[in-house]
């Protein structure tokens, strides 16, 4: 079994800046693609950034240049720094972890974390 465990989700002004982070845990062989997705009230989930586990990045259009995904792959860690933060960026933000574990591969999901940005 995987748990991926979010947290830095909150309220910010526009502008200001926030940082999530997801912490993978359980009988992980191997970790491979990590990212962050989101979902704004009434819209669908979209995705926001991925990173390999060899560091190779993917962002949305909206969200370059503001946001930075990284990873610390002995922690199983991925972040997300969040600067210049807009309201359009209000939503529900969730982890994703794909990899190996004792079970096999696994595909997973974090809880979510709400991120609020005030204009």
Do not use: H
Not at 51 to 75: E, L, Q
């Amino acid at each position: 079994q995987v748990q991926l465990v979010e947290s830095g989700g909150g309220l910010v002004q526009a502008g200001g800046s926030l940082r999530l982070s997801c912490a993978a845990s359980g009988s992980i062989f191997s970790m491979n693609a990590m990212g962050w997705y989101r979902r704004a009230p009434g819209k669908q989930r979209e995705l926001v950034a991925t990173i390999t586990s060899g560091g190779s990045t993917n962002y949305a259009d909206s969200v370059k240049g503001r946001f930075t995904i990284s990873r610390d792959n002995a922690k199983n860690t991925v972040y997300l720094e969040m600067n210049s933060l807009k309201p359009e960026d209000t939503a529900v933000y969730y982890c994703n972890a794909v990899g190996y574990y004792s079970g096999g591969r696994f595909n997973y999901w974090g809880q979510g974390t709400q991120v609020t940005v005030s204009s």
